[in-house]
């Protein structure tokens, strides 16, 4: 095999290998096997352990610390950083996780986070959404009301519909911080999917209400729906906590 060949086919195995290494790293890091200020094995007893190279180690470590959870150190290794430092709204970290081993602090985190900005893209959604925005926010909305046991179904269009909203505010930083929350607003639903059929039609209600609301150019009522929206999801929320532990 020429230098050339090797080099492609190792371009191609790479992707295959060291994100699932950089995932396992990081929920050995979340779930405090390797807690905050301690430091990682070498990465030539990583590599033992995961039956990677080294460069497959290596690069998996500089994924961790260009997202905040880990640092290298001259003369003492690689250090796992406080919780503070973690980059928590980046959707991969979150999507390291898995949805039950998420702080209930996090999920509040995000839950306050949805209630400083949804009102307002709803707001500015009624006065800026186009005719097309307005059709596929409807479309959205009718995946939820017929999605009925399917909550896989119910969680996609959920999402779809909040991200179509603040795609319609037409505020470029508002369109850049919904695509960061849509991975916490995917676990936030997972985490809630236990809610009954009645509950999830209460929902289906109210996301009716932001879809007539921005048919009416209607920004006072645009932002009192998302508010009911946000309301109702506190209520899903409080009551997940409550099946997690019991």
Known sequence: MTETSKKASGDTRRPRVMPGVTKALASDIFS??????????????????????????????????????????????????????????????????????????????????????????AELAATRATLQEIAD?????????????????????????????????????FRQIGNLIDTGLKFSLEATATISLARRMEAVAAHREVVEALRMRDAAAARAAAG???????????SAKKLKNN
């Open 137 to 173: 926010l409807e479309a959205a909305w009718r995946g939820m009301a017929n999605a009925g046991e399917d909550l896989a179904a119910f969680s996609r269009s959920d999402i779809t519909f909040h991200q179509i909203v603040y795609a319609a505010s037409h505020n470029p930083i």
């Open 228 to 238: 009911r929206i946000l309301d109702l999801a506190a209520r899903d929320l409080v």
């Open 32 to 121: 405090g096997r390797y807690p905050a200020g301690s430091s990682l094995p070498t990465e030539n007893e990583l590599g033992v352990e995961y039956g990677v190279s080294r460069t497959v180690i290596r690069e998996a470590l500089k994924v961790l610390a260009a997202k905040g959870l880990v640092l290298s150190r001259p003369r003492i290794g690689t250090v796992v950083c406080e919780q503070d430092n973690w980059n928590i709204i980046d959707p991969q970290v979150l999507a390291w996780h898995a949805p039950h081993a998420l702080d209930d602090k996090l999920f509040d985190a995000i839950l306050e986070t949805r209630r400083a900005i949804e009102p307002l893209v």
